[in-house]
């Protein structure tokens, strides 16, 4: 149906493949021509439609029988029937063209599985893209931070922004909505639910109109599913089953959204899950509902879970009980081999149970445990190695694991939030803990978009710092900081709180070594295990010696070593790099203390002065109890201390107002005056100031007066020598010198600059 203004038209009927299967142009003033391509240009059959009139709606109807197309002009059926040239089984989809050239299309009707599907017209669709852009850029460019988060807290302001970026996603994929459909409406129009809808994690294939339809179906089939758990359910599954979810016992079946919902909603009511399935957020409970079991075998998992292990704490762990470890099944067929193994039946959980499994099905039956009873959790990838997180006390933990959180990914097939690394599902849960935040940082993300260049940053920062764990914020800060127009003490005056946060964390005492890089002589592959506590590293050479950078300077308090068994080095020692990279024996074996004498504790105390590497040598191992033939065996290396700066030298070469000063040579001076005593220099970054070392000569001592900061935030100290200790962040300072006929060779500013604008 729609409305004819002045160009011709067309309705083609095509396949994948671009080939048309009918294509009907309508012409003004004269006949409408009928073609067919198989593939090339068949007769043309004619027939004479009633002439156009400009402004007035009309309604064109094309029935398919059995062997030919029908043709309805305003419901008048016309005389000329036209056969069939190729069978429409191949028909993919329907394309319009003149809707750019003056036809307005109201509306389509299509057959289909849901007797037929509404489609309105891209005009009025971008004509609200339009709209929504026109009134958020009103509200917020050239506007203050604080007018752009009270509008980002306001009702209409949430509705605009979440609205927008939702129409947005659904068009960047090549696809529209109807606006006006009841139950899309209500969506668009309701707080509490486009909010849910669009802070609960990205969607894989991006098809947000796929999530949207499933969603307004389950809201249309359950009225009730607008609040509540009810509503949080509903966004999970339209979220995550707007990619396929495929059952694991047959790969090939996709498992239904819709019936998926309505059948948690009843084991809800039956109260069969655990207690994170009732607090989850939708975020959560996408992990659950997006389960690759069949609904049989959730049931069977909880009728079969051992009972020391139906609990929300230990459920996924009842892997290792109930599955055996097997490379080969009864009758010998290696589990590389595929279906054959499992007997070319069905893979279900309960196969795992009987037949066995390696990692990869370990880890899915932990997954279906946790998930059949309402706790989230998911497969992931490591090197060479499936296994699985899942939320166990509030918290994502890893199972199964032989590699850690750092080289975990998301699984194929499984949704994701940001970026595929496992470890980005901590910082969501984060995130979502804090919920309101999230969204008002999501809002301020969008927001940033319509504010001037030179404001965008100021918004974004705003967002990340109401939600550091917001990794799309971030993302958007690098693009913020590259605007030319963005004043340099605006970035460093946003970031001074930050960074002083991260100092001051920084200077807790802490495990030094977890995540440095390390390097051994002996199984190199496995030697991050070393120093992260994942599982354990071992080593068959008689002398074996391994290697952590600290990247930067760290005092040692303490060394603390968890032995494997009893294959401990007898005699070993530990080496200490300075920052020339030069090692010194700063610790031995005769400094311990142990505690045990099977998986035991040795404890070293630590040395003065600061370390950039650390080196252990051992000798005189034992081999360990289980046949594996390894002398050394390490679970645990931890070393405690506090990390410092790399001091280097901020000021030298940078502008300043005497140059002779600061240009590395002493040769070159510079006389204060009485006229003439400040020396200002410009650090250019964003500096964390240590101290300040003034090299002079002749004349007496007198006062030095060092100023530094950041725009208007101006620090002074003082001191009466050539070194004064100033601890701030800042990026210019200020000399001012008062004493009697002396001269400046140079002024070193000890510190440590950041790489911002």
Known sequence: IGTYKKARFSINLKANNGQIYLHVDFRPSHTTVLNSATPHWGSEVRDSYPTFSSGKEFKITIMVDDDSYRFFFNDELRSKKFPFRKSTDGVAYLQLFGGGNGLKINKIN????????????????????????????????????????????????????????????VRSSGNILNIDNQEISWLLNNQEAIEMFMTSGDILNNNWRKAVEIFTEIIKQDPEAKEGLKLRLAVATGLTFAYPVHSQAIWSNLIDGIERYHQFVKWAKEKLFFTPFYQGTAWHLRYIVGSWQTNEELVWARKNILKDYKNEDKVADVTHKMIKYKLYNDDGVSVHSGAPYYYNKPITLEAYHKIGAVCGGISRFAVGMAQAHGVPALMVGQPGHCAYIWYRKGQWVIGNDISGWSKSDTHSYIQYSWKRKAPFFPAMDNAQKNLNNYKLSEKLRFAARFSEPHDKFEVIEAASSICPQNYAVWQEMELALEEPTLPKDVVHQALVNELT??????????????????SSDCNSDSAERISSGVSHWGCGNTVATFTIDLVQPCSIEEIKINWWGWSKASVYSIYAADNTGSFTEVKTQKDEEVKGWFNHWSTIKGWSGKAYKLKMVMKEGKLDPWGYKQYFGIRKFQVFGFEHDHLVNVALKKPSTATAINDGNDSTIWKPTKDNSKVEIDLQKLTFAEN???????????????????????????????????????????????GEDFKVKEISILGRSYSVK
């Open 501 to 518: 946060s991260i100092r001051k964390a920084n200077l807790k005492k802490k495990n030094v070594v977890l995540e440095k890089p390390i």
């Open 110 to 169: 299509m057959p289909g599985d849901k007797k037929h599907e509404l489609y309105v017209n891209r005009e009025a669709f971008h004509e609200k893209i339009s709209e929504l852009k026109e009134t958020i850029r009103n509200k917020i460019a050239g506007k203050t931070l604080s007018a752009v988060m009270d509008y980002a807290n306001s009702t209409e302001g949430s509705l605009d922004l979440f609205k927008l970026e939702l129409l947005k996603k």
């Open 692 to 738: 300040v070392v003034v090299r002079k000569t002749g004349g007496s001592n007198g006062r030095i007066l060092v100023e530094g900061g950041i725009g208007s935030e101006i620090t002074s100290k003082d001191g009466s020598s050539g070194e004064v200790t100033f601890e701030k962040l800042i990026n210019k300072a200020l000399l001012e010198f008062d």
